[in-house]
């Protein structure tokens, strides 16, 4: 059975202050998908990013990173210099890439980021 | 890119009632579509797939559920409401069988009395 734990349920930090939401993931696949999504007061899921297990390189977008170490199951978030606008709750999630696509998600983390 | 629409954005009804929520897909053709549920302060808890018109599986047991009418349109129902129907309800939708990235609606939040 496959299983993502965000084990930080919130974490508030003040604003400019870089941040690093916490995923690690089970899965008995040797192939799969893990994704991150940002839900904003609004409730709308958006999402921010999909990596392959093949692929351990890790990823910037502007002020967004994402360190995959497959060694330890982690799929880590950090935000740099954090702003207002990023307070919203994240979900990690994984799918298997094979038969069912259906995601499995952790319980998420709700980030405050603090005027 | 796709766009996924759902209403109503918010319902209340009371328990017993009959529940519809829908689903569209813009943008793309042939894609697979899920409801989840939020349970407030939780994770999402898929309930139902669909892999194209008329071919619906269900994930969780309950008094739910899911019709495909048409390529891109998945409905939600229920005949009679539980209070613990209660929650927020996301459409998703993803292209492809190996590659595909859910991408979600904007929900509806539905409050059962």
């Not at chain 2, 796709?2 to 109503?8: A, D, G, R, V, Y």
Request: some cysteine.
């Amino acid at each position: 059975a496959q299983k993502v734990t965000q084990a930080q349920t919130e974490i508030s930090v003040v604003e400019k202050e870089d941040v690093t939401l916490d995923c690690v993931y089970e899965t008995r696949d040797t192939t799969y998908y893990l994704f991150w999504y940002k839900q904003p007061p609004s409730g709308e899921l958006v999402f921010l990013i999909r990596r392959n297990s093949f692929d351990e390189q890790n990823e910037i977008s502007g002020r967004y990173s994402w360190n995959f170490q497959k060694s330890t199951s982690s799929f880590n978030f950090t935000i740099t210099a954090s702003q207002v606008v990023d307070s919203a709750v994240y979900f990690c999630a994984l799918r298997s890439n094979f038969g069912n696509e259906k995601l499995t998600f952790g319980t998420g983390t709700r980030l405050t980021i603090i005027p | 890119s796709q766009t996924i629409h759902q209403w109503p954005a918010t319902l209340v009804q009371p328990v017993g009632s009959p529940l519809s929520l829908e689903c569209t897909v813009e943008g793309t053709s042939n894609p697979n579509l899920y409801w989840y549920r939020q349970a407030a302060g939780r994770g999402l808890q898929l309930l139902f797939y669909s892999v194209g018109i008329g071919q619906i599986s269900s994930e969780v047991p309950q008094n739910l559920s899911a019709s495909r009418p048409q390529d891109r349109q998945f409905i939600l129902s229920s005949k009679k409401l539980l209070l613990s129907d209660s929650g927020f309800y996301l459409c998703a939708g993803g292209i492809g069988l190996s590659t595909d990235t859910q991408y979600f609606g904007p929900g509806t939040r539905l409050t059962v009395l």
